[in-house]
């Protein structure tokens, strides 16, 4: 009885941490104990240059798969940088252990 509810267990747990995976035209390798990452949101790199243009951050985050808050649309990551017009968008993602996540939208513009 014990083995059965451990394996429920642990396949619940693989199915909760394999649901939701970031999803984004490149998606990097993820590291079991840490992961620190960025990669870009958009398709066409031709228009996602960013020097000499202002950037905007908004994010998430998330402490031990239990609890997540924050607002990381690329509508905040706007305002934030005070960008009216977007040239290109990035992500940034950050893990330890699942313990503390951090999910970041970076955005480029004018």
């Not at 014990?2 to 267990?9: D, N, Q, S």
């Not at 649901?19 to 949101?41: E, F, N, R, S």
């Amino acid at each position: 009885m014990l083995k059965k509810l451990a394996g429920a267990v642990m396949s619940l747990a693989a199915v909760v941490m394999l649901t939701g995976c970031l999803k984004a035209p490149v998606q990097p390798p993820m590291g079991l104990i840490y992961t620190d990452y960025k990669a870009p949101l958009d398709y066409d790199q031709e228009q996602s240059q960013s020097e000499g243009l202002k950037t905007g951050t908004s994010e998430t985050i998330s402490i031990l798969g239990l609890v997540a808050l924050g607002d990381g649309s690329v509508e905040t990551a706007a305002q934030n940088g005070n960008i009216s017009q977007i040239h290109g968008a990035d992500y940034e993602y950050f893990n330890v252990i699942g313990v503390y996540q951090r999910y970041r939208t970076v955005v480029h513009g004018e």
